[in-house]
């Protein structure tokens, strides 16, 4: 009880040195939080969509997933309508319906502007019945009721401004058709983002299908009394079961969940590794907080000791007071990840995914993570300086509390630091120098764990040599008070090296990932300058194949020598040893080696193009012992089974198109029936010469009603690619963001606990002439010097590491490192801003201290 009554009253005595630990602890367990409360929250509003629109049984085409279609072809596997009396005879069923859903359909308004959604959700078409209503409401106008009518859903209505009476055109597989809005539908449960448009059923089944009498899927419901698992078996007895899948409502849901678990489980563990990394981070503040309050309660627990108090409750004191901070700032991170999450969903909602907090999910498990990492953690960050305080002897009530009890690094530190930094560089070389990128990932990931943790433990040795060369070419310029920061620096190198090592670890990690990006932008460019020979290039921006309108629009552009098709078979191919691989096979025009120069290590690349003529990739030639002229089995997926001759070997030396297999449009269309034979999903095109910027202009003019697809040229292409890469750098950075800002909060908090502990010498400076200003500017700049060291130490190693992953992706084919030099030296210069920020507080403190009263502390 002891224990605990000095433990409550330390903690609240010095509870303003204790804020900003805690404000560390808050943002670490926030981010954790939030992270489980919006992906639970995106599980169950997924899970609610699910649940509301699948029904008891649901019948599709063999081989293809609930509500999914051949996105090559663009036209959905179907069944007949025939089927739904079957279906409806069948035993235990109280009513069966047949629908049409597409996904390979884009809708625009009168503009040709697409009224799809941004965030990769898709457009979704479909025939509209009573059934829907189970799912939607009609809020506006009524149902379609003929070919000239349609509804769309009030989300895209109300993005879009689209109202009844608007005319909207579909683009579809079978062509484009047009109608106006008759009515405005709302989805009882939250909709993610989807657009979805309905017609009647015959016009679906015409303009989507091609022909009336057809159906994607049929849906049947149990009467009373009748299981789901009942019914689906009585169904496929009914039916007979042969060429067609059912799926329970249970099942559908599961596929559905499944579909979208792995977007949200990479978003979940991603968020949580960052938050992981600032956990990491404020482990720093914490150490150094309760290494500082122990420092500056030296003669009080000495006089502890000296009255009877033990080690071991001197150590339980300074625990407690860790416990007591992890409860207090856990709690408020829980609350705080609440916050955090909805904001994540208004944020997703601006990007087009719409997230209600109707279905906000806050399970028994968050508040416990939190609470248990927020209080473990801070626990453990606590230990040392914890054991420390028990080590404290009774004489030290004779001292002056404050006394740094360790100005200089251990010599047993320094060499463990310098041995685990050794080590790491070692691994890291040892990653360069592997054969295979597998292996030496294994190393890359030891390196940069044995070198972050020897940079950190050799830290302290490490200031002392770093802080006087900054020392020499930044505070020198200062005069007498840029000295007197570079000592104050140098006072506590175990201090300032954690304090540094804070700001290390972000920016490491922002040095080797903006190595790695510009590596890769710049290897993938040499690499398109090389390979891609064609002008421009035209695909979809949401995966949808070229629909033939499109493509005979582009065909007929002006100022063209040549257009290539490039389409996408999935076949089963068999070498002369009887050994069969499932393998996708690229069917282009004889063109495409012209748009794409491939190097061949043998025959002629050409004849590939030819009838019942093909090439392999280099890698499978070793594999499976094919050459030139040998003769393979290609089973097309759909179609019939075809001997191929090997006319050409493609080196796989090339990072474009890597392993990939060609063979000709016209030997495809051989084998495939011709609703099965795919669209093109990329189309190449090339100039006439000279007249490229011509041809470019009228190639958009050609597919501006068709939004859907993007026309690049080469530069177009590039940029697009460096836009992405700099895209997800961004993210990263911005989830990298979060150990920053506790990095600055430990330096903010390290320099205002040192302003504490130096009360009584900066009121002596105070009082033999040191003016405000100077004082202040002391302060400033011993704060700028500790951020640049934990900047130049972070960079550093952050090219390091981002030099050796560099050298595994050109095992890859990316074989170009490139130093973003203007990102680094911009990080390096914005380190001392963010040490000047930092120091604005703790100096204007420090500057506002009565000097008499500063002078008389204890």
């Known amino acids: 009880m002891t224990v605990l009554k000095t433990s409550l009253r330390n903690f609240f005595a010095h509870k303003g040195r204790m804020a900003l630990s805690a404000v560390a602890v808050l943002l670490s367990v926030a981010f954790v939080s939030g992270t489980l409360v919006f992906t639970d929250t995106m599980n169950t509003t997924f899970d609610k969509l699910f649940a509301s629109t699948a029904s008891d049984v649901t019948l599709s085409p063999k081989g293809a997933a609930v509500d999914d279609e051949t996105p090559q072809t663009g036209r959905p596997e179907t069944l007949p309508a025939s089927l739904v009396e079957r279906v409806r005879g069948a035993e235990g069923v109280k009513d069966a319906q047949g629908s049409v859903i597409s996904l390979s359909v884009t809708v625009v308004d009168s503009r040709d502007r697409n009224v799809g959604p941004t965030s990769g959700a898709p457009t979704i078409a ?32 109300e993005k879009h401004g689209l109202k009844l009476g608007d005319e909207l055109r579909t683009i579809a597989v079978t062509g484009d058709f047009t109608a106006r809005i008759s009515g405005i539908v709302d989805f ?82 991603a968020m949580l590794g960052f938050a992981g990394i600032a956990f990491l981070v404020g482990i720093f503040l914490i150490v150094n907080t309760f290494s500082m309050l122990v420092a500056q309660r030296t003669r009080e627990i000495g006089l502890m000791r000296a009255i009877g108090s033990s080690r071991r409750q001197v150590n339980r004191s300074v625990l407690v007071e860790a416990l007591f901070l992890g409860v207090v700032g856990s709690i408020a991170g829980v609350a705080a990840g609440v916050g955090l999450a909805i904001g994540l969903m208004e944020l997703m909602s601006s990007m087009g995914m719409e997230l209600s907090t109707d279905d906000l999910t806050v399970r028994w498990t968050t508040p416990t993570i939190g609470l248990l990492l927020g209080v473990v953690v801070t626990v453990l960050a606590a230990y040392i300086p914890a054991r420390r305080a028990g080590k404290i002897s009774p004489m030290a009530a004779l001292r002056d509390a404050g006394t740094p009890a360790d100005g200089r690094a251990g010599l047993v530190r320094g060499g463990l630091g310098l041995l685990l930094t050794v080590g790491g560089v070692a691994a890291l070389w040892t990653a360069t120098q592997a054969e295979k990128a597998s292996a030496g990932s294994l190393w890359l990931g030891l390196g940069v764990v044995l070198s972050l943790i020897g940079f ?40 300032t090296g954690a304090t540094g090592a804070a700001l290390m670890i972000g920016l490491a990690l922002v040095a080797c ?68 691989v499932k393998k996708g096979l690229v069917a282009a025009d004889p063109t495409y080696a012209k748009d794409l120069r491939r190097d061949t290590t043998a025959g002629t690349l050409t004849k590939a193009y030819d009838t019942n003529a093909m090439s392999v990739g280099s890698d499978y030639a070793t594999e499976h012992g094919v050459k030139v002229g040998d003769v393979l089995t290609v089973a097309f997926k759909g179609g019939e089974s075809a001997k191929l001759k090997v006319a050409a070997i493609t080196s ?132 700028v010097v500790i951020a640049l060291f934990g900047a130049l130490l972070g960079l550093g190693l952050g090219m390091g590491w981002g030099t050796a992953a560099q050298k595994l992706l050109a095992l890859e084919g990316l074989g170009i490192l490139e130093i973003p030099w203007p990102t680094i030296v911009t990080v390096f210069v914005g380190s001392a801003f963010v040490g000047l920020f930092a120091a604005l507080v703790p100096a204007f403190r420090a500057g506002r201290m009565n000097v008499l009263n500063a002078i008389a502390t204890d």
Do not use: C
């Not at 050799?458 to 020499?472: D, E, I, K, N, Q």
């Open 188 to 269: 009882k449960v939250t909709n993610p983002g989807a657009t979805v448009v309905y017609f009647d059923t015959a016009t679906a089944q015409r303009e989507l299908l091609g022909k009336e009498g057809l159906f994607t899927q049929i849906t049947a419901d149990a009467a009373p009394g009748v299981s789901d698992e009942t019914l689906k078996a009585n169904i496929a007895a009914a039916i007979g079961g042969g060429g067609y899948t059912l799926h329970t409502a249970a099942e559908v849901a599961d596929a559905g969940r499944e579909d979208v678990a792995g977007f949200l489980d990479v978003m979940k563990y």
């Open 456 to 495: 950190i433990v050799v830290g302290p040795l490490l200031a002392g040599g770093v802080v006087r060369v900054l020392g020499a070419v930044v505070l020198r310029v200062f005069g007498p008070v840029g000295r007197m920061a570079e000592r104050n620096a140098l006072r506590n190198p175990r201090r």
């Open 513 to 580: 990932l903006s190595v790695v990006g510009s590596s890769m932008v710049a290897s993938a460019t040499e690499e398109l300058d090389r390979s891609v020979g064609a002008d421009f290039i035209v695909q979809s921006t949401n995966g949808q194949p070229i629909m033939p309108q499109a493509q005979a629009a582009l065909e007929k552009t002006p100022g063209l020598t040549h257009v290539t098709e490039y389409k996408w078979v999935e076949a089963t191919i068999t070498d002369p040893n009887g050994k069969a």
């Open 652 to 783: 796989d030396e090339n990072n474009v198109d890597k392993g990939v297999m060609y063979t000709g449009i016209t030997t495809a269309e051989r084998y495939l029936p011709a609703d099965r034979v795919p669209r093109s999903m990329i189309v190449f095109a090339t100039a006439e010469d000279g007249k490229e910027t011509e041809a470019y202009a009228a190639l958009k003019d050609s597919l501006a009603a068709y939004p859907q697809y993007k026309v690049q040229n080469q530069a177009d292409y590039k940029q697009d690619l460096k836009d992405q890469v700099g895209q997800l750098l961004n993210i990263v950075y911005g989830l990298l963001a979060l150990a920053i800002i506790v990095a600055v909060l430990g330096v903010v908090n390290t320099l205002a606990l040192s302003v504490v502990e130096r009360t009584r010498e900066i009121g002596l400076m105070r009082a033999i002439g040191l003016s405000r200003r100077q004082l202040r500017r002391m302060i400033r700049l011993e704060s």
């Open 126 to 157: 479909v025939s509209w019945s009573k059934y829907e209503l189970r799912s939607v409401d009609l809020v506006s106008g009524h149902e379609p009721r003929g070919p000239t009518e349609v509804m769309v859903d009030g989300d895209t209505a």
